[in-house]
């Protein structure tokens, strides 16, 4: 049997803290991609070659042709698209994987524009006051038509917000309030950036 791999936790821990930090919600992959690639490029003579779909594959040449094995793992996320621009300016999303909208209501999260920018926000109910809305707050189905962006700009209808650089189909990223204490790794996306941390630190 193939003795298990020395890994460097230190280098682990540290590799998967800046994935984490990389928003990648799918198919919007490209820059983890990039990423992943770049750190790889570092280490042992690999081979690298990418998917019609843009999944890096990475080769190693071993010892035995008769025997390969492949791992894998992913770096895309959940996450979100704009599906509108709210009358009031906002934005309303689509969800991008099985995302549980009660899991980020409050969250921050960035606006990903076609030309390459970054605009924050926060996702919320569009009636998040409970003192004006009352048991409505409670009541009200977390779903998409109830839920709106909020960006961090000064917008009051859809041409402001267009102004911005948004428009419906840019991605959105949600935060991944990544937390490092008593050697636990609290974070959302470990699923499966964790998997990848831990096949790029084998290797």
């Known amino acids: 049997m193939m003795p298990l791999p020395n ?22 992959t490209e820059t983890a991609i990039a990423f992943v690639e770049k750190e790889l490029l570092q280490f ?11 999944a890096l594959v990475v080769k190693w ?3 035995n042709d008769a025997e390969p094995v492949a791992l ?9 698209m704009v599906k509108d621009i709210k009358p009031n300016g906002r934005l309303q999303l689509s969800r991008i994987g099985g995302l549980v909208l009660n899991g980020v209501e409050t969250e921050g999260c960035w606006v990903h524009t076609s030309k390459g920018e970054k ?12 003192h004006v ?3 409505k707050v ?20 859809p041409k402001e917000t267009r102004e911005l650089g948004i428009e419906v189909g840019d991605f959105v990223s ?11 790794i609290r974070s959302r996306f470990l699923d499966d950036k964790a998997c990848v941390a831990a096949i790029v630190a084998a290797i």
């Open 174 to 184: 949600f935060d991944p309030r990544l937390e490092l204490t008593n050697g636990f």
């Open 138 to 157: 409670v009541e009200t189905k977390r779903e998409e038509e109830a839920m709106e962006v909020r960006l961090d700009a000064r917008v009051s209808n």
């Open 119 to 130: 605009i924050r926000g926060s996702y919320m109910l569009n009636m998040s006051a409970a």
């Open 44 to 54: 042992k003579p690999l081979e690298f070659s990418r998917t019609r779909k843009g």
């Open 61 to 63: 040449i071993g010892t």
């Open 7 to 28: 890994i460097d936790n230190d280098y682990l821990v540290d590799f998967l803290v800046r994935l984490l930090n990389t928003p990648s919600p799918t198919g919007f």
């Open 72 to 80: 894998t793992a992913h770096v895309d996320t959940l996450g979100a």
């Open 133 to 135: 809305y009352s048991s």
